[in-house]
């Protein structure tokens, strides 16, 4: 697995397993992600290829997206989450490259700040989430696949970016002028 950091400029501001005190309260032992320096309306692109499991709003979450990936081992997922209402790029059944745009950073959820949280997990054929009782609901360290490249100066993601941008944009004029 080879991950492309989800956001630019580098900056963690809570790495994976730290804080045990205020993660017990959701029954894990520590953070169990990433939490990526994104300051509000931060891009955030896809880290790896693979295709949308969910989009969706959660209490916690607030909204995130679910890309699965498959690599030489199984299959993963990559979660992204705190992300903007209604800013949102992709759909459940997107097929991602490298560098797609998925939507921007923002606070919601249970969140005292905008970053980008940064899950992931390794799932089964069906894509459930293996070692459920890791302590961390299956999450795992990101950090070590991430291969010190960003996702966004992949130059097609970025190109496709702009063109999806564009593209939402003139939707939304379209739908404006309905
Ligand atoms: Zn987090």
């Known amino acids: 697995m080879i991950l492309y950091y989800p956001c630019k400029p580098l900056g963690v501001n809570q790495p994976f397993g730290i804080n045990p005190q205020t993660y017990a309260r959701f029954g894990i032992n520590g953070h169990n992600g990433i939490d990526f320096f994104a300051p509000d309306g931060t891009g955030v692109f896809a880290t790896h290829e693979g295709t949308v499991v969910q989009v969706g709003v959660d209490e916690y979450e607030g909204h995130g997206v679910v890309v699965e990936g498959v690599d030489e081992i199984g299959k993963y997922k990559t979660i992204y989450w705190h992300m ?12 991602l490259s490298v560098g797609d745009f998925i939507g921007k950073a923002d606070n919601t959820g249970f969140s005292t700040g905008s970053h980008l949280h940064f899950g992931l997990k390794r799932t089964d054929d069906n894509g459930d989430t293996l070692n459920n009782d890791n302590g961390f609901l299956g999450a795992i360290d990101p950090m070590p696949y991430f291969t010190g490249q960003f996702a966004c100066d992949d130059k097609l993601g970025k190109l496709l970016a702009l063109i999806k941008s564009i593209a939402l944009q003139l939707l939304g004029i379209l739908k404006g002028k309905q």
Do not use: L, P, Q, S
């Open 84 to 95: 903007k209402e209604n800013e949102i790029a992709v759909k459940v059944g997107d097929k």
